[in-house]
């Protein structure tokens, strides 16, 4: 089974603050995202990976960053924390560009003071 | 307008109904539809997976799909408490996996 592990699944942040949220995935997945869902809002796409050290911007890009040093592993930084990045945070992966299923982690629910 | 339009509900029906979940959206492009199951404090998983109008049946679940109509269904027969989740439509198109575009969600409640 496809595994996508989110490090932390709850975190409690101040405003300003540096955060760093992890996904790692084990099959070996070309294409990892960066998804926040937001009651009303469904699931946004902040940004998303291709390959080893690539990234685009997805639907809602500002005030995030990522990083992908290994093909394994993506994380999510919000480089100065704001209330309004309160959300649930989901990583996903998928096998493919032409695939449409994505394999979700189970998420990391982000409040920010 | 947003592209995909979901009732998000909540929707509460008795142990053993049928239940009718449904989206409607406004991009003719898109080619593959997707439901997902998402139960609370979890993150999605993929439920059903089409590509074409008609029906595909997997189960107690029925996925529809109406392109002319620009409209998706999810049927599940028999239903259980173990299917209260929330329920997210999904679509996009082939060689734009980071285009899918979801729905807001529709939870649903099965009461025992």
């Known amino acids: 089974d496809v595994k996508v592990t989110q490090s932390s699944r709850y975190l409690v942040k101040r405003t300003g603050e540096k955060v760093f949220l992890e996904c790692v995935q084990d099959?070996?997945?070309?294409?990892m995202f960066w998804y926040r869902q937001d009651p009303g809002l469904g699931l946004r796409l902040i940004y998303f990976?291709?390959?080893?050290?690539?990234?685009e911007k997805g639907d809602i890009p500002e005030g995030y960053s990522v990083s992908r040093e290994k093909k394994e592993r993506f994380s999510l930084i919000l480089e100065s924390a704001s209330t309004n990045q309160t959300s649930m945070y989901l990583c996903?992966?998928?096998?493919?560009?032409?695939?449409?299923?994505?394999?979700f982690g189970e998420g990391s629910r982000l409040t920010v003071l | 307008q947003k592209e995909v339009e979901q009732d998000p509900g909540p929707l509460s029906v008795p142990e053993g109904a049928i239940v009718s979940l449904n989206c409607t959206y406004s991009?003719?492009?898109?080619?593959?539809f997707m439901w997902y199951r998402q139960y609370s404090r979890k993150g999605p998983e993929l439920l059903m997976y089409t590509y074409s109008s008609g029906n595909k049946e997997d189960g107690r679940f029925t996925a529809q799909v109406d392109k002319s109509s620009k409209y998706i269904s999810l049927f599940i027969r028999d239903s259980q408490p173990s299917d209260s989740a929330t329920y997210l439509c999904a679509m996009g198109r082939y060689s734009s996996a980071s285009k899918i575009i979801f729905g807001s969600g529709t939870r649903l409640s099965i009461r025992p």
């Open positions: 099959m070996d997945h070309e294409n």
């Open positions: 996903a992966s998928s096998p493919g560009q032409d695939t449409g299923e994505l394999f």
């Open positions: 991009n003719s492009a898109f080619q593959y």
């Open positions: 990976s291709y390959d080893v050290k690539m990234k």
